[in-house]
Structures are given as C-alpha cells and as structure tokens.
C-alpha cells in the first residue's frame, strides 16, 4: 500500500493522498514493523515540485526513522500509545470530542460507515474512532473502485465529521510530548498533510 509512496517522487495528487493516508494508518495502528520502517529509511525526500509544502516535513520524519532503531521507536509507540490502562496520548477520536472513550461519536461513526457501505472488521482490535481506522477509511474514499462511494463528496464529508474537529489536538499532544522523538516528526508531518486536506476541502464547498 505504501511502497510507491516510499520509492517514488512522481506520484499523482490523488495516488499520493491515497499512500499517505494508508501509511498513517500502518504507522499509528501498531508498533511500525521492522519492513516498514526499513523501507522509510531509504525512502525518497524529494518533493515532485522543489519546495513542496510536504517536502521539509516528510524530509524530518525519514530522518528521524534513520537516526532511531527498530527497538526506539517500538518503545516510544508503547511508551506513547499503548500500556495497561490511560495511555499517554490518546489516538480514538471519542476522547477529544466528547471526553470518553465508545462515547456518542462512535455511533455516528458507525451510522456513517453503514451508510458507505463499511463496517468494522472482526479482527480489529481497534474501534473505529482509531485515527488510524479513519485514515483506512479515507484512502478506501480515495482510491476505491466504486465512484458512487469513492468520490470527493463523500471524501469532503467524512473527514469534516470524523478527523478535522479533533485530529490536530492529537498530533500537538503527541508532538509536544518529551518522549516523542519519531512520532514527534510524524505528527508534525500529519499535521501539515492534513492541513493541506483542509484547505482543498475548503475550495470545495
């Protein structure tokens, strides 16, 4: 899902967003596998265009993939997102908007993914208000092949309901957190991407 992303620099808009969205989702589901972040550290930092509004920040978190090991930053995804009870940074989108976690966000999300045609698979252990779930979600309303699903519209509408009310708390939570060092440039990363998100939606309606 991520390696034209991490090989090329000539990707086109939609098939980019779509590949950085699927690599979120790899990088915050669960501790980044050893393939993964192997593939990041030789990935390429140039920007299609030079100056590219992405170019510096995607240049910081493959540095920071290259100066961290395997086992750093396995610690720090453990140390941030996961542990026995209240984690140090929360990734659900529950806990921002409402304060709880399985709260009334969950169920509009749910009743939104019927309406899509999603739903939950078994094997996640994760809920649906999982960021990294979200950005499944999207990269399925990008680069899916059903056009009445997979569409602009629908793109606009779920990331202005699900990710844009709460998802910059997140990233600032993770990156001012003093044991953030990977993640710290991964968030900022997230932060300028979904910014960019923002402003085209914006043009949009």
Not at 74 to 80: F, I, Q, R, T, V
């Amino acid at each position: 899902m991520t390696s034209n992303l991490l090989s090329s620099s000539a990707l086109d808009e939609e098939t980019a967003r779509a590949e950085i969205y699927g690599l979120l989702a790899q990088l915050f589901y669960q501790v980044p596998s050893p393939e993964l972040l192997a593939q990041m550290r030789v990935a390429v930092t140039d920007a299609p265009v030079a100056g590219g509004f992405l170019e510096e920040p995607w240049r910081q978190v493959v540095a920071a993939a290259r100066q961290c090991s395997d086992d750093e930053i396995a610690n720090e995804y453990n140390k941030l997102f996961g542990g026995v009870g209240k984690p140090e940074v929360y990734l659900y989108a529950s806990h921002y908007v409402s304060g709880f976690l399985n709260d009334k966000p969950v169920a509009r999300l749910r009743d939104d993914l019927a309406a899509l045609g999603l739903e939950r698979d078994d094997s996640m252990v994760e809920t649906e208000d999982h960021f990294a779930c979200l950005c499944e979600v999207m990269r399925y309303l990008i680069a899916g092949d059903d056009v009445s699903v997979s569409n602009l519209t629908h793109q606009g509408t779920f990331f202005a309901a699900h990710i844009q009310p709460w998802a910059h708390e997140m990233t600032e939570a993770i990156a001012k957190h003093p044991a953030a060092k990977f993640f710290a440039t991964l968030a900022e990363f997230t932060q300028a991407f979904l910014g960019i998100e923002t402003q085209g939606f914006d043009l949009l309606t």
